[in-house]
Structure formats: structure tokens, C-alpha cells
């Protein structure tokens, strides 16, 4: 993966000072992005929805698991809002809009019932990154 990371100068507020940081780059969010559009794409209706999370799970614990230090908890905040819009989207093309659980709790049959990954809930807790 080149440019898999970008680095560069970051201010914190809480400490109120700047330092040298790093989070995923554009390129590598968009390819992660693009890749779950196309799993969710219509030519995948013929899919289960339990199969359709499974899958996307997959990709996101694999890019979750390399881009897990650096300021990534907007990212993941807005991959999370993107993977569930999809999802929605999906669920409801596959359905023709039949589905009442998902028009009323989207995100309660996905993340409780089917098992979707939250990147933004996932621990951040390395003791090893900060040798």
C-alpha cells in the first residue's frame, strides 16, 4: 500500500501544542469506501443480509487492523455513517421497501441483529505503540 498513511504537523487543543502526527490518507479511505460500494452494489441483491455484513466485516476489521494508530476516530466515525447509508440503501432495493425493521432501527438491525462492525467503538488501547 503506498501512501497508506499522511504525515504532518497537528495541533492538539488539549495540550495545546503542535507535534508531528499521521492518520490514514485520502487515497486509502476512498479505496475503502469505493470497495464497499461495490459490494453493496445491485448486482449483489441476490445476497443474504447476513452474508452482505459478514463480507463487510471482513474489510473493515482487515483496514480497521492496519490503520489503527493516529487520529482516526472522525474517520471511522465517517466510515461508519457511510457502511450503514450503504447498507440501508441496500437492504432496502433488495426489499423494495417491505422491510418495516429496518425503515424504523437501521442502525439497531445492523449493529445489534446482523452484527456490523462499529469501527468507532473498537479499543484504541496500544501499550506496545507507545514504545
Not at 486509502?28 to 447476513?50: C, D, F, P, V, Y
Not at 432501527?105 to 445492523?110: D, G, I
Request: aromatic content about 14%.
Amino acid at each position: 500500500m503506498l501512501n497508506a498513511y499522511t504525515f504532518g504537523r497537528w495541533y492538539s487543543y488539549r495540550k495545546r501544542k503542535s507535534y508531528i502526527g499521521y492518520k490514514p490518507s485520502k487515497k486509502s479511505i476512498s479505496r475503502l469506501i469505493e470497495n464497499i460500494r461495490i459490494q453493496t452494489a445491485r448486482n449483489k441483491g441476490w445476497m443474504e443480509a447476513g452474508e452482505m455484513v459478514r463480507h463487510i466485516n471482513r474489510k473493515l476489521k482487515g483496514w480497521a487492523n492496519y490503520f489503527r494508530l493516529g487520529a482516526i476516530s472522525r474517520i471511522y466515525g465517517r466510515i461508519d455513517m457511510h457502511v450503514s447509508g450503504r447498507l440501508y440503501r441496500w437492504v432496502c432495493r433488495k426489499h423494495k421497501g417491505k422491510s418495516r425493521a429496518v425503515k424504523r432501527n437501521p442502525n439497531e438491525f445492523f449493529y445489534d441483529k446482523l452484527g456490523l462492525i462499529k469501527l468507532s467503538k473498537i479499543p484504541r488501547i496500544f501499550p506496545w505503540a507507545k514504545a
